[in-house]
């Protein structure tokens, strides 16, 4: 049975730091680990993205600003958050992805405020 954990989320100032923690048990060698984020009324979005050869994919409104490293063999993956904005509060979603099937998390909170 296939079990992703998120961990690291809470209530940060605006500009401030934050690093989101996921680990993915019993799959093996997911292909990629992915980062999605969503607010109440609006669709899950992609903000990151590693492969399991260490390519990553980012959102245009976070490059630069997060960091997605990991290890998609493992099932780990990691966002690092800097410079936070009132727009990157959301609930964040960590997903396995084993050849385009995905493995959701239940996701952890983040707000930034002003």
């Known amino acids: 049975q296939v079990q992703v954990v998120e961990s690291g989320g809470g209530l940060v100032q605006a500009g401030g730091s934050l690093r989101l923690s996921c680990a993915a048990s019993g799959i093996i060698s997911a292909t990629a680990m992915d980062w999605y984020r969503q607010t109440a009324g609006k669709q899950r979005e992609l903000v990151a993205s590693i492969t399991r050869i260490g390519d990553t994919n980012y959102a245009d409104a976070v490059k630069g600003r997060l960091t997605i490293s990991g290890d998609s063999a493992k099932g780990l993956a990691y966002l690092q958050m800097n410079s936070l904005k009132p727009e990157d509060t959301a609930v964040y979603y960590c997903?396995?992805?084993?050849?385009?099937?995905?493995?959701w998390g239940r996701g952890t909170q983040v707000t930034v405020s002003l």
């Open positions: 997903a396995a992805d084993l050849w385009g099937m995905k493995y």
